[in-house]
């Protein structure tokens, strides 16, 4: 019994001596120049305990005894460990380590590489300037940040897609996304279209699916753009690469950081209406005209309508009865109440919470964000909710595994637009001005008594007759619902094996996977659909992602050493769509219902599933002579399921860093140069399942293009009017690029300028076929384009001081394209409008296309009798959409806590059309044609009619070259404006210059020794930031940076698309 307790006492006071040797030991940070360093890694060596330095360089640590040793590590500077000893406080100097210094680049295949040793043109856009910029998605928070990258929004609505182009259009037919690589795996940045038609999906903005990504989840952002940086990819990398790093654990104290943001929305940009004249023809008053060309509203008798109270009649909800209007006397014009019916101020709230943390052995990194956004539209929005959980675990000094796993759920609501009697721009810019679309729902009784319940009243259709020409657009955001609902997993796991100090082995192995389940639902009486319509799309993609990597490095003699990639990659893509269609309703039921509520032969159902299976072997040897020349080569091979045969893909890249030559060093302006040149291919894949023939249900078609396919109820199926092509190949991209990056003033002013080439052959489209052969068309190889372009970028550190900072960045770009071969084809029509986006042969991808005025050679118009442009016979290129030149021009300043960001954009050039206002000049409703003048001289209008001096008509006065002539209806109605071939589309073209303040922010920090040690908080930040406040452009009613057509080749069109917002966010950041 003794002897036990002796054995506890012992036991206990060995335990009290340990505890009591413990120390403290504590101490400063610097640089070489003397100012504290921020966040150094300050670990006990040999175990998992540790600390960071604060905004002082401060840290303080306790250690178990005096033979313990700190090490102390940044990035940029060399390590140093330090014995305890019998000392308390350790105040450390670190070396600046050159070689670290150099920026770090991720590259195509997920590994970091030295930027200063490639040949090739990479971009790194600033995470924090990404975040900073209060964009929900990450497409549009990538603007005016990069050289070369073009990215423009489909319209304002929450979540929409938005397009990003990386040195112009690389295809024709196929996407000119690019390649998105997330932690080293690829994942879907698809916007997918379904099974709606005329009216329906069409008119919905989709979503891209890089939007999924939190940007608060993102460590670092490289733009590949050259076909050398991204060969490695084969066929998925002619558009470019973005490579996404997502953050990781820490190790020492674990790191807790909240943010909140809530933003505040409104429309950018309102296209002018006039309120003078009502609706109607020719100066008269009509319930039922299309126009608004009627009398002066002002001119009216004033009081209550005359009505006649025998007929037929609407009864709204509340109870308020519309009979006919037999004379119009009302003054009431309702242009303002009726766009604060469908318009609010929109807004989100956004809150992030991560933690990070974890021992020399293992870290992670954990991260939970919700969104919450309420459109500019009312009942538009959209919600998402993502996940993630990064981990990396080293085994031993020679094993190590890092797991990624991400979750995103996003809903929301969107609301139909553009060409599309069931859009809400159509309804309500269509509207007259004194027409009230609010007290929009009700009932109609015919005159019989017969009652309609459910029935919307709309201008043309005042009383809610059975189904109104355009949508009210009350109805449209209440009761049409378009909701998706999205459920995204990213998981991926690498094993690393470092055998021997040479050889290293990386085994990789990614899966995306998504569902989106998609109703689109039109109740009865809409406009688009009189008997109802329901659409479902349930769309589930996967892509599966495996590489298996060896790399050695290598002395091949003195000063000479190479690195050595070899790679094997396999990937599988499956994308499975099913679509629902039902048209015509037994039962009116006001929400979205099942196949049961309408007849067997008024319902399809339609499976569309896609595979694509590829192997990829590839290697890369990169060279280092003397640390002043780099030699990097690649080479892929790749054999894909949607071509036969197999495909080579090389790429060369070389740099010289000349100021590593002797006359050079120590150069106090000229602190580094490097030359760089590049060379490689790339490749598009063919559409997959092109290269047979396929079969398909028999398809007939409504009086409104709704499908309805037969083989759903006793059908048969038909071939396919596209015949298969078993000689398929890639489209191939083939680009030599050279440049120069220059930094001056010890490394303050940072230069970089790129002049680029390419040649893209075999594009891929539809061919026409005789008739003769059983088809309309073929799928094939032929077409050639080219790009040429340069690129620059600025930094520039003016002020840079321990309190005081001053940096100002900008980029500038421009690229020429031009379709050099499309196989004899006229053109190919882009987008299906009346002006369309087409690829002709000699000109640039996406010129503008339309109905024209007759010119002569020296393209001045020629006029009729009467001094009006003349239509030509023959349609032909009437624009060219692609800008001049683009540029940004940025600015960071920060003073001691408070620190602000300015970030303008301009786009040079280009033609825009101006659809929506070209059309509402016909339908009399823009404010372009809400003008009265008084002649002060005989004027003829469009028709030949001659106004004497001294009358006031309603119109304009313009002079095409002859002298002053009047348009007035005849001329907006005629061919000035209105839709298709009856009209000049030219004269809706319009100069695509804009200039505008995308973001500013400013935030002020407070992470002062008292605040933490009170607080015990490392550091609170708020902010304010301001996204689109200014914009200028000659484009009227519209944001210009918006595309019609969504994630699209053809742009430049805009047709009742919704509008863009800007917004001022509040932002608070707290970090533990």
């Given at each position: 019994?003794?002897?036990?307790?002796?054995?506890?006492?012992?036991?206990?006071?060995?335990?009290?001596?340990?505890?009591?040797?413990?120390?403290?030991?504590?101490?400063?940070?610097?640089?070489?120049?003397?100012?504290?360093?921020?966040?150094?890694?300050?670990?006990?060596?040999?175990?998992?305990?540790?600390?960071?330095?604060?905004?002082?360089?401060?840290?303080?640590?306790?250690?178990?005894?005096?033979?313990?040793?700190?090490?102390?590590?940044?990035?940029?500077?060399?390590?140093?460990?330090?014995?305890?000893?019998n000392r308390s406080t350790i105040d450390v100097t670190l070396e600046e380590d050159a070689e670290l210094l150099d920026e770090?680049?991720?590259?195509?295949?997920?590994?970091?590489?030295?930027?200063?040793?490639?040949?090739?043109?990479?971009?790194?856009?600033?995470?924090?300037?990404?975040?900073?910029?209060?964009?929900?998605?990450?497409?549009?928070?990538?603007?005016?940040?990069?050289?070369?990258?073009?990215?423009?929004?489909?319209?304002?609505?929450?979540?929409?897609?938005?397009?990003?182009?990386?040195?112009?259009?690389?295809?024709?037919?196929?996407?000119?996304?690019?390649?998105?690589?997330?932690?080293?795996?690829?994942?879907?940045?698809?916007?997918?279209y379904g099974n709606g038609n005329g009216g329906t999906d069409a008119g919905v903005s989709q979503q891209s699916r890089l939007?999924?990504?939190?940007?608060?989840?993102?460590?670092?952002?490289?733009?590949?753009?050259?076909?050398?940086?991204?060969?490695?990819?084969?066929?998925?990398?002619?558009?470019?690469?973005?490579?996404?790093?997502?953050?990781?654990?820490?190790?020492?104290?674990?790191?807790?950081?909240?943010?909140?943001?809530?933003?505040?929305?409104?429309?950018?940009?309102?296209?002018?209406?006039?309120?003078?004249?009502?609706?109607?023809?020719?100066?008269?008053?009509?319930?039922?005209?299309?126009?608004?060309?009627?009398?002066?509203?002002?001119?009216?008798?004033?009081?209550?309508?005359?009505?006649?109270?025998?007929?037929?009649?609407?009864?709204?909800?509340?109870?308020?009865?519309?009979?006919?209007?037999?004379?119009?006397?009302?003054?009431?014009?309702?242009?303002?109440?009726?766009?604060?019916?469908?318009?609010?101020?929109?807004?989100?709230?956004?809150?992030?919470?991560?933690?990070?943390?974890?021992?020399?052995?293992?870290?992670?990194?954990?991260?939970?964000?919700?969104?919450?956004?309420?459109?500019?539209?009312?009942?538009?929005?959209?919600?998402?909710?993502?996940?993630?959980?990064?981990?990396?675990?080293?085994?031993?000094?020679?094993?190590?595994?890092?797991?990624?796993?991400?979750?995103?759920?996003?809903?929301?609501?969107?609301?139909?637009?553009?060409?599309?009697?069931?859009?809400?721009?159509?309804?309500?810019?269509?509207?007259?001005?004194?027409?009230?679309?609010?007290?929009?729902?009700?009932?109609?009784?015919?005159?019989?008594?017969?009652?309609?319940?459910?029935?919307?009243?709309?201008?043309?259709?005042?009383?809610?007759?059975?189904?109104?020409?355009?949508?009210?657009?009350?109805?449209?955001?209440?009761?049409?619902?378009?909701?998706?609902?999205?459920?995204?997993?990213?998981?991926?796991?690498?094993?690393?094996?470092?055998?021997?100090?040479?050889?290293?082995?990386?085994?990789?192995?990614?899966?995306?996977?998504?569902?989106?389940?998609?109703?689109?639902?039109?109740?009865?009486?809409?406009?688009?659909?009189?008997?109802?319509?329901?659409?479902?799309?349930?769309?589930?993609?996967?892509?599966?992602?495996?590489?298996?990597?060896?790399?050695?490095?290598?002395?091949?003699?003195?000063?000479?050493?190479?690195?050595?990639?070899?790679?094997?990659?396999?990937?599988?893509?499956?994308?499975?769509?099913?679509?629902?269609?039902?048209?015509?309703?037994?039962?009116?039921?006001?929400?979205?219902?099942?196949?049961?509520?309408?007849?067997?032969?008024?319902?399809?159902?339609?499976?569309?599933?896609?595979?694509?299976?590829?192997?990829?072997?590839?290697?890369?040897?990169?060279?280092?002579?003397?640390?002043?020349?780099?030699?990097?080569?690649?080479?892929?091979?790749?054999?894909?399921?949607?071509?036969?045969?197999?495909?080579?893909?090389?790429?060369?890249?070389?740099?010289?860093?000349?100021?590593?030559?002797?006359?050079?060093?120590?150069?106090?302006?000229?602190?580094?140069?490097?030359?760089?040149?590049?060379?490689?291919?790339?490749?598009?894949?063919?559409?997959?399942?092109?290269?047979?023939?396929?079969?398909?249900?028999?398809?007939?078609?409504?009086?409104?293009?709704?499908?309805?396919?037969?083989?759903?109820?006793?059908?048969?199926?038909?071939?396919?009017?596209?015949?298969?092509?078993?000689?398929?190949?890639?489209?191939?991209?083939?680009?030599?690029?050279?440049?120069?990056?220059?930094?001056?003033?010890?490394?303050?002013?940072?230069?970089?300028?790129?002049?680029?080439?390419?040649?893209?052959?075999?594009?891929?489209?539809?061919?026409?076929?005789?008739?003769?052969?059983?088809?309309?068309?073929?799928?094939?190889?032929?077409?050639?384009?080219?790009?040429?372009?340069?690129?620059?970028?600025?930094?520039?550190?003016?002020?840079?001081?321990?309190?005081?900072?001053?940096?100002?960045?900008?980029?500038?770009?421009?690229?020429?394209?031009?379709?050099?071969?499309?196989?004899?084809?006229?053109?190919?029509?882009?987008?299906?409008?009346?002006?369309?986006?087409?690829?002709?042969?000699?000109?640039?991808?996406?010129?503008?296309?339309?109905?024209?005025?007759?010119?002569?050679?020296?393209?001045?118009?020629?006029?009729?009798?009467?001094?009006?442009?003349?239509?030509?016979?023959?349609?032909?290129?009437?624009?060219?959409?692609?800008?001049?030149?683009?540029?940004?021009?940025?600015?960071?300043?920060?003073?001691?806590?408070?620190?602000?960001?300015?970030?303008?954009?301009?786009?040079?050039?280009?033609?825009?059309?101006?659809?929506?206002?070209?059309?509402?000049?016909?339908?009399?409703?823009?404010?372009?044609?809400?003008?009265?003048?008084?002649?002060?001289?005989?004027?003829?209008?469009?028709?030949?009619?001659?106004?004497?001096?001294?009358?006031?008509?309603?119109?304009?006065?313009?002079?095409?070259?002859?002298?002053?002539?009047?348009?007035?209806?005849?001329?907006?109605?005629?061919?000035?404006?209105?839709?298709?071939?009856?009209?000049?589309?030219?004269?809706?073209?319009?100069?695509?210059?804009?200039?505008?303040?995308?973001?500013?922010?400013?935030?002020?920090?407070?992470?002062?020794?008292?605040?933490?040690?009170?607080?015990?908080?490392?550091?609170?930040?708020?902010?304010?930031?301001?996204?689109?406040?200014?914009?200028?452009?000659?484009?009227?009613?519209?944001?210009?940076?918006?595309?019609?057509?969504?994630?699209?080749?053809?742009?430049?069109?805009?047709?009742?698309?919704?509008?863009?917002?800007?917004?001022?966010?509040?932002?608070?950041?707290?970090?533990?």
């Open positions: 019994m003794f002897k036990n307790l002796s054995t506890v006492f012992l036991l206990l006071f060995g335990l009290f001596q340990s505890l009591n040797a413990q120390q403290t030991v504590k101490g400063t940070i610097l640089d070489e120049k003397g100012n504290p360093i921020i966040a150094v890694n300050v670990i006990l060596k040999g175990t998992g305990t540790g600390t960071v330095s604060d905004l002082d360089g401060k840290y303080n640590i306790q250690v178990p005894n005096e033979n313990a040793v700190l090490e102390f590590s940044f990035i940029g500077y060399k390590s140093k460990s330090e014995s305890v000893g770090v680049v991720v590259s195509a295949l997920g590994f970091t590489q030295k930027k200063d040793q490639m040949g090739s043109t990479y971009s790194t856009v600033a995470t924090q300037d990404v975040v900073r910029s209060g964009e929900t998605g990450l497409i549009n928070g990538l603007a005016g940040k990069a050289a070369g990258v073009r990215v423009a929004r489909s319209n304002g609505d929450p979540g929409a897609g938005s397009t990003i182009q990386i040195r112009g259009a690389n295809t024709i037919t196929g996407s000119s996304s690019p390649l998105v690589i997330v932690d080293g795996v690829p994942i879907s940045n698809s916007t997918i939007n999924d990504i939190n940007p608060a989840d993102i460590e670092s952002i490289q733009v590949l753009k050259g076909a050398s940086a991204a060969s490695l990819w084969g066929s998925r990398a002619a558009n470019g690469v973005i490579v996404i790093t997502t953050k990781k654990g820490k190790s020492g104290k674990p790191t807790i950081s909240y943010t909140s943001s809530f933003s505040y929305d409104e429309i950018n940009r309102r296209h002018p209406l006039q309120d003078k004249f009502g609706q109607g023809l020719n100066g008269i008053w009509s319930a039922t005209a299309s126009q608004s060309w009627g009398d002066k509203i002002s001119a009216r008798a004033g009081g209550p309508d005359d009505v006649i109270t025998n007929r037929d009649r609407f009864e709204a909800i509340d109870g308020t009865i519309y009979y006919p209007v037999s004379k119009k006397n009302s003054q009431e014009t309702f242009n303002e109440s009726n766009f604060d019916a469908v318009f609010h101020n929109g807004h989100f709230l956004q809150n992030d919470l991560s933690i990070s943390g974890g021992s020399d052995k293992s870290t992670f990194f954990f991260s939970l964000g919700n969104l919450s956004q309420d459109g500019i539209i009312r009942g538009s929005d959209y919600n998402r909710t993502t996940l993630r959980l990064n981990n990396q675990t080293f085994f031993t000094d020679w094993l190590s595994m890092t797991t990624r796993a991400a979750y995103t759920k996003t809903t929301s609501n969107r609301v139909q637009q553009s060409s599309n009697i069931d859009g809400l721009y159509l309804g309500l810019l269509r509207n007259s001005p004194d027409f009230d679309i609010r007290d929009y729902k009700g009932t109609y009784y015919n005159t019989a008594g017969q009652a309609f319940p459910n029935a919307h009243r709309a201008y043309r259709r005042h009383l809610g007759y059975p189904q109104p020409a355009y949508g009210n657009p009350i109805w449209i955001t209440n009761d049409q619902k378009n909701t998706s609902d999205v459920n995204r997993f990213l998981m991926n796991a690498e094993l690393n094996v470092d055998p021997l100090s040479w050889l290293k082995f990386t085994f990789r192995g990614g899966l995306d996977a998504s569902t989106d389940n998609r109703v689109y639902f039109f109740p009865k009486l809409s406009a688009g659909a009189v008997n109802g319509e329901l659409f479902q799309d349930d769309i589930t993609e996967n892509e599966f992602n495996f590489d298996a990597i060896a790399k050695g490095s290598f002395n091949l003699a003195d000063g000479i050493s190479m690195l050595a990639t070899l790679g094997w990659n396999y990937n599988n893509q499956n994308r499975d769509l099913n679509y629902t269609s039902i048209v015509g309703f037994l039962v009116d039921y006001p929400q979205p219902i099942t196949s049961l509520n309408t007849s067997n032969d008024a319902s399809s159902v339609e499976r569309i599933k896609r595979y694509v299976r590829s192997n990829r072997g590839y290697s890369v040897l990169n060279f280092n002579v003397k640390n002043q020349f780099f030699l990097n080569a690649t080479a892929t091979m790749e054999a894909a399921s949607s071509v036969a045969g197999s495909f080579f893909y090389p790429s060369f890249d070389g740099a010289w860093q000349f100021t590593q030559l002797e006359g050079f060093k120590g150069n106090k302006i000229l602190s580094f140069g490097k030359l760089r040149t590049s060379w490689g291919k790339v490749g598009v894949q063919p559409q997959p399942h092109r290269a047979q023939t396929l079969a398909e249900g028999g398809v007939v078609y409504s009086s409104y293009s709704d499908p309805l396919n037969s083989s759903q109820f006793g059908g048969g199926f038909r071939i396919n009017n596209i015949q298969g092509n078993p000689n398929l190949r890639p489209e191939i991209k083939t680009e030599t690029e050279v440049g120069l990056d220059l930094r001056f003033l010890n490394n303050k002013l940072g230069l970089t300028t790129t002049y680029y080439q390419n040649k893209i052959v075999d594009l891929l489209f539809n061919v026409s076929t005789a008739a003769s052969t059983g088809f309309t068309s073929i799928y094939t190889n032929g077409g050639q384009m080219e790009n040429r372009g340069i690129e620059f970028d600025i930094d520039y550190d003016l002020i840079k001081k321990k309190d005081f900072g001053l940096n100002i960045f900008g980029n500038w770009n421009n690229n020429r394209n031009k379709v050099i071969d499309i196989l004899g084809v006229q053109s190919i029509d882009l987008t299906t409008q009346s002006i369309s986006s087409r690829a002709v042969q000699g000109q640039p991808l996406g010129v503008l296309w339309g109905t024209r005025a007759v010119r002569d050679e020296n393209g001045k118009y020629v006029l009729d009798k009467n001094g009006f442009p003349q239509q030509a016979s023959t349609q032909g290129v009437i624009g060219n959409p692609n800008p001049d030149w683009r540029g940004a021009l940025g600015l960071r300043a920060n003073w001691k806590s408070l620190a602000i960001n300015l970030l303008f954009e301009h786009s040079q050039g280009g033609d825009f059309a101006e659809r929506t206002r070209f059309i509402l000049r016909n339908f009399g409703t823009h404010a372009d044609v809400g003008n009265e003048v008084t002649l002060s001289q005989d004027l003829k209008n469009s028709t030949g009619k001659v106004f004497p001096s001294g009358t006031t008509v309603r119109g304009n006065i313009f002079d095409f070259g002859a002298g002053p002539v009047l348009l007035d209806q005849a001329w907006y109605t005629g061919l000035g404006g209105g839709l298709g071939d009856g009209v000049i589309n030219e004269l809706a073209i319009a100069d695509f210059t804009w200039t505008r303040l995308r973001e500013v922010s400013l935030s002020y920090t407070l992470n002062t020794p008292a605040f933490r040690q009170k607080t015990k908080l490392s550091s609170v930040v708020f902010s304010l930031t301001g996204r689109n406040l200014w914009l200028k452009t000659d484009i009227v009613g519209i944001d210009p940076d918006t595309n019609q057509f969504g994630v699209s080749n053809g742009f430049g069109i805009e047709y009742f698309t919704n509008p863009g917002t800007r917004s001022v966010l509040f932002t608070l950041q707290i970090t533990y």
